[in-house]
């Protein structure tokens, strides 16, 4: 692809390559979308690879009930610039970046002066599935040949790190980095994490680089060597009662990184006096509190999702110095709806990424 300026004042449309779906029942395939072209602010990416995320299932297959079709999903974006608009400053063909769950916000309201885009009082801008007010239309993600995206929203990527590695760390890395660094886990923490799988091996990795104790809960006792080497300083089975007491009251914070339906409360047992409990996995239905898991010790039960550009490029940059990267399995475009069912399963450790090379053939 020729990386070329973009011309002042230029507007339309240009037609991509893409994979998505036109129905909540239908397989995703090929199809043709629109992309803008540059406007002075913008870059042009072309994609290398995209990580897949629970997310891209739900909402291919509307389980969140908010699908706008045809939906083409993808918000862990690896790439490289082909094109700037002319008012670029951070940004040159032929540079590397990366686009995470955001490609816009207000930039006005106080979350966003306060780099907290994700949090934008007027909503922020998802990678696929939101207003585009551009083409007056919704957004379309990366599974797909390339994406323009304003440059305060787009990511320098360590020059360290694998890049097919690296997509992930644009959800799953600092959907965890959030809430660990939020919650102030550093040396003489213990922490847990609940679930290894694409959010919770990142917790684990993430953590321990940032000094903490890390305990890891998990439901499969196969799991356990792998978390061991993921990071963790003991494995506890969670199915187990007796194991579960070791750390009764005991731990400063603990990551909830489970999307099915289990027992909150026995992870808010863990907690110590003032114990915080932050959930970044999204169970389907409402998980019941009890009120004295919470009271007598003060415990907080939080909710955290993705985080700011400035912290998205801060996790990055963390990533780089302790060379963390995401446990992936790469796949071609055209297995998108096995690698699906594989997900739906947890058949995968722990990310698959779409070489998106596979889309030009």
């Not at 629970?54 to 610039?81: F, M, Q, R």
């Not at 599935?129 to 929203?153: K, M, Q, R, S, W």
């Not at 360590?158 to 890395?173: I, K, Y």
Request: proline fraction near 4%; glycine fraction near 10%.
């Amino acid at each position: 692809m020729e990386t070329t300026k973009a011309t002042p004042g230029e507007t339309g449309t240009t037609k991509t390559k893409a994979y998505g779906t036109n129905a909540a029942d239908a397989l995703l395939e090929q199809l043709n979308i629109n992309r803008r072209k540059p406007t002075p602010h913008d870059v042009e990416i072309e994609i290398l690879f995209c990580g897949v995320c629970h997310s891209d299932l739900h909402t291919a297959k509307n389980e969140w009930h908010n699908t706008i079709y045809p939906c083409v999903p993808g918000h862990e974006i690896v790439g490289k610039i082909v094109r700037v608009g002319e008012h670029v400053k951070k940004f040159k063909a032929g540079d590397t970046a990366a686009v995470g769950c955001m490609v816009d916000s207000c930039r006005e309201c106080d979350y966003c002066k306060e780099g907290l885009e994700q949090y934008c009082a007027n909503g922020m801008t998802g990678t696929y599935n939101a207003p585009d007010a551009h083409l007056n239309t919704h957004t379309y993600g990366g599974y797909a040949e390339n994406i323009v995206v304003d440059e305060a929203f787009v990511l320098k990527v360590p020059e360290n790190l694998d890049l097919a590695s690296t997509a992930p760390l644009l959800c799953a890395g600092i959907t965890t980095y959030s809430p660990l660094k939020h919650w102030n886990v550093g040396p003489g923490k213990k922490v847990g994490i609940v679930g290894i799988g694409g959010l919770g091996h990142m917790g684990v990795k993430i953590a321990k680089a940032m000094g903490a104790e890390v305990i890891v809960f998990t439901t499969s006792a196969s799991k356990f060597d792998d978390a061991k080497r993921l990071g963790a300083d003991d494995v506890i089975l969670s199915k187990d009662a007796e194991q579960m007491k070791k750390y009764a009251g005991k731990l400063h914070f603990v990551l909830d990184a489970v999307s099915a339906q289990h027992d909150i409360n026995a992870y808010l047992n863990l907690l110590r006096v003032d114990g915080s409990l932050a959930l970044v996995g999204a169970p389907e239905q409402p998980l019941p509190v009890a009120a004295f898991s919470i009271i007598p010790f003060r415990r907080s039960f939080a909710g955290s999702m993705i985080g700011g550009i400035a912290e998205t490029q801060e996790m990055l940059d963390f990533c780089g110095k302790h060379n963390i990267v995401a446990d992936i399995e790469m796949i071609n475009i055209q297995h998108i709806n096995e690698a699906y069912e594989r997900l739906l399963k947890g058949d995968v450790k722990y990310r698959f990424v779409i070489d998106m090379a596979s889309l030009k053939n």
